[in-house]
């Protein structure tokens, strides 16, 4: 989280033109945090303690800096996010505090199966009348309402559908692909309302609309993609760099729609 909390400083000051010094203090003492602890095995897995083992956590904490740290992102190197997945699929936890933490940074991850994973275990702490417990066990402190850690449990749906973690876009990066699905006006980082439909595993138009304006960061499913501006009925070809990523401008209210540009170009 102090990686979260200087990254954080640093943006907004910097978007507010604010304390340039203290920037500059802020970005000399990001470089002085350490890496992340791991065990000292073959395949090592972080730990919150250095040169601690793995224990049964309440809080998942090795798995915060993936969320909601959202400092490990799918951007990072390979080996930075086999290390994390090793650790979310590997790690003990007594049940009580950390199905949402862990549903979302597996979705972070795309990891596979974290639809099937999160329905056995939101169906293992479903009561009758709708409400989730704390634990898969039962109720051990209170048997009576839905417990506010288990508030967000529809955000791990969300993030199987759309993500923007890194103010990057990315649509169905890691809903099953042999399911269709859809969805209208998912918000994003930015305020942008995102809508798509994936059919039989491949990805339709992406509409995006811009409640408030600024930079647009978006990962194109294909190989080449049209952007139609809706408010000028105008078309753009979308350049993209290396991770498939495009961005532009926009404007408050602009409608866009993304499609791709040729058939056969789907990635």
Known sequence: MARYIFEAAIEGATTLGRDTQRVTRWKQALALLPDYPTTKTQDPVVVDVEGAPPINYNITVPATPVFPGDVVTWQDPASTRALFKR????????????????????ARLDMPDTLDWMREEVLARLRPNGTLTLNRLGARFNANGHYTEQFAATMVLSELLVQSVGDVIRVFPAWPKERDARFHHLRTQGGFLVSAAM?????????VKSTVGGPLRIVSPWKNVTVYHADTASRQSLVLDAQNIGQLSTQPGAHLIFEPQAKGTER
């Open 87 to 106: 650790t979310i699929e590997s790690i003990q936890w007594n049940g009580n505090n950390s199905m949402v933490m862990l549903g979302v940074a597996r």
């Open 199 to 207: 059919i039989d595993g491949k990805i339709g138009r992406i509409e």
